[in-house]
């Protein structure tokens, strides 16, 4: 059961917990769904990069599967600092992913 919590100014669904009481937990505003390379060039934090590490990006991926979700862009990533951030360099391709002769064939 779904019902608007004033308290908390949003939509939370309604579970019966094995003791009998009630556990209220929020519904998130994210729905999952897995963004390839093509629907992320839209993001404000991507286009903020620089053209060059984005063509690095987009060459590496050309070879290594990349999927993430709205979440993650949104609220995981430090878009300021993308060269310290273990989150951005855990999902997001490397060049170094790759050797460079193979970064420069498929470039």
């Not at 579970?15 to 998130?28: I, K, L």
């Not at 690095?56 to 070879?63: D, K, T």
């Amino acid at each position: 059961m779904k019902k608007f919590d004033d308290r908390l100014g949003r939509v939370v669904k309604e579970a019966d917990t094995d003791d009998g009481r009630q556990f209220v937990a929020p519904q998130s505003m994210y729905r999952y769904r897995a963004l390839n390379i093509q629907k992320v060039r839209s993001h404000r934090g991507y286009m903020n990069l620089s053209p060059q590490r984005q063509f690095e990006i987009e060459v590496v991926s050309r070879v290594l599967p990349f999927k993430v979700n709205e979440y993650v862009l949104d609220n995981l990533l430090d878009w300021d600092d993308v060269d310290s951030d273990p989150m951005f360099k855990l999902l997001f391709p490397q060049r170094e992913m790759l050797s460079e002769p193979s970064f420069n064939l498929l470039a």
